[in-house]
């Protein structure tokens, strides 16, 4: 497909739109369109809910085709957009991937993440009981520059509103979905996100070389993965 494409960036749970600011000159180089979409994380009055009604009023009249992103959590923010405007592809990046009538609060018992979590890291030789370390889990692979910008930053809360609701459906909205999963990523292990990838969706995640967040540590290769099908 050569035609150039309008793609809708979600962060992930307490990030914003500065998480793809690699990624979008990529794709504007490319010569599409990237609209990354803040979500209002630390809002007590939101919920996934709100987030798509920002994201819905944020693409009206985006041009076709329309590819919405979802990193790790906005994977349910991504879907609830599906069923509400015409999406041409879902690409769920190191994804919270959901299931019909779950909640972002009920994945994580849902899906058995604890466990495969400890499973890896036990196989990878990091302590399992040790406190979560946001530089371990997810900026080991990140460049030192980015990775001190990003704790410059003021710190985005993380509402419990974000965790809620359940997603109010039967089935998955009739549009293609692709799933890219970090073959480092010690949040949500490869082979965790891989099973889930089957069981849920019936597709093989691609792989890009890098650990929770690729679009800042390996925009380039991540850039390719999203381009794969334009």
Known sequence: ????????????????????????????????????????????????????????????????????????????????????????????????IPAPGESPGLWWGNVGHEDAKRTQDVLDERD?????????????????????????????RLSDTAFEPQWDAVRWPDVPVRVIAGRNDRLFPLPFLTRLANDRLGVEPETVDSGHLPALACPSELTELLLARR
């Not at 979802?70 to 041409?88: C, H, I, K, Y």
Request: aromatic residues 8%; charged residues 20%.
């Open 128 to 156: 399992p009981d040790a406190a979560p370390d946001p530089l371990e889990l997810f900026f080991h692979d990140v460049p030192t520059e980015l990775r001190d910008e990003a704790f410059a930053r003021d710190e985005t």
């Open 1 to 96: 497909m050569s035609a150039m494409s309008t793609f809708v960036l979600l962060p992930g749970a307490g990030s914003d739109s500065w998480y793809w600011h690699r990624v979008v000159p990529l794709l504007a180089q490319r010569g599409h369109t990237a609209m990354p979409v803040d979500l209002p994380y630390c809002d007590d009055q939101a919920d996934q809910r709100a987030y798509a009604d920002i994201v819905v009023a944020a693409i009206r009249g985006a041009e076709r085709p329309l590819i919405v992103v979802g990193q790790s959590m906005s994977a349910f923010t991504a879907v609830l957009v599906a069923e509400r405007v015409p999406v041409d592809e879902l690409i769920l990046v190191a994804p919270m």
